[in-house]
């Protein structure tokens, strides 16, 4: 089973987590979500979760939920477990986890500053790190704009290291109709790195004249 640490920080999109977290199910995978402090304040904010208190089983129930009820997202289809970001002692703050990957998304400016620094003050820092250092996949979603000098470092500097970087832009030309239509677009090209097939968006097909 493909394992995946998902990472939900504080910049705008919680909505691309969480349809990423659902795809990442149906899949059959088993996926570790962390939560950073604004991630959860982005969570309740944007679609009502309000979990920022309560133990990491009823968070999963909760994000479960969501998934069931907005995306169809069967319990039975793969795992999902939550872990604390000041928990620095899961295994993922090991090299030897080795996740098939590690998605942020949505990619606070901070964290992706932190991320490129190597400085690791919590669990979300760490496990990126690891990845990096293990010459894993590590997937960061940027969703900020304008970009300054400094973020634009920031994103050349994990990219030299191995990461992607996939900024939150969701194209035109699939003549979107709705804000889901838009998430899925962003959410199918993490996938498509991911390599795990979807059918979120259409794909481009020059108009013939």
């Not at 996926?31 to 309560?54: C, R, T, Y």
């Not at 939550?82 to 990619?107: D, H, Y």
Request: with cysteine; aromatic share 6%.
């Amino acid at each position: 089973m493909a394992s995946f640490v998902v990472a939900l920080t504080g910049a705008s999109g919680a909505l691309y987590c969480l349809r990423l977290i659902g795809e990442l199910l149906r899949s059959g995978g088993e996926v570790e979500l962390i939560v950073s402090p604004s991630g959860f304040l982005i969570l309740a904010q944007e679609v009502g979760l309000n979990v920022a208190d309560k133990e990491a089983a009823q968070v999963a129930e909760e994000v479960r939920s969501f998934l069931s009820e907005h995306y169809r997202v069967e319990s039975t289809e793969g795992s999902l477990h939550v872990t604390a970001n000041t928990n620095l002692m899961s295994r993922f703050a090991s090299g030897s986890a080795r996740p098939s990957a590690m998605i942020v998304v949505p990619c606070s400016m901070g964290t992706l500053s932190r991320i490129a620094h190597g400085n690791s003050g919590n669990l979300i820092e760490r496990a990126a790190d690891c990845v990096l250092k293990e010459r894993g996949e590590l997937l960061l979603v940027p969703r900020e704009t304008p970009l300054n000098q400094i973020h634009l470092e920031n994103m050349l500097k994990v990219s030299r290291a191995g990461a992607h970087i996939i900024p939150a832009m969701p194209a035109f030309y699939t003549k979107p109709e709705s804000i889901d239509d838009m998430v899925d677009f962003v959410v199918g090209r993490v996938l498509d790195i991911l390599r795990i097939k979807s059918t979120l968006y259409k794909r481009w097909s020059p108009v013939e004249e």
